[in-house]
């Protein structure tokens, strides 16, 4: 929980858990532009096979959509050649 429900609004808390969310796209981003092809191939396939890891791209809340985008950006240019699992839910 992010917050103490005596002390902290049911919107505060969202606030911080979409926070916390989009923090987490932009950490993921930032080891993966870090990595060797051969390692990001290798150590998040299921992953990127997850439906609930894209289900994000069409959130409600602006900054984690943007988060999500960068992760793809960063995939698309870290890992060009190769067809990266669910991708079609951008289109959803």
């Known amino acids: 929980m992010l917050g ?7 919107e ?13 796209y932009y950490a993921l981003a930032h080891i993966i532009s870090q990595l060797k092809e051969d390692a990001l191939s290798k150590n998040y396939k299921d992953l990127f096979d997850n439906n609930n890891f894209w289900a994000n791209l069409s959130n409600d809340n602006s ?10 950006g960063v995939l698309v240019n870290k890992w060009p ?12």
């Open 4 to 10: 103490d429900p005596r002390f902290t609004s049911k």
């Open 12 to 24: 505060d808390m969202n606030s911080k858990y979409l926070r916390v969310v989009s923090s987490s």
């Open 63 to 72: 900054l984690v959509r943007k988060s999500c985008y960068n992760l793809i």
């Open 81 to 92: 050649c190769k067809n990266i699992g669910s991708v079609y839910f951008i289109s959803k």
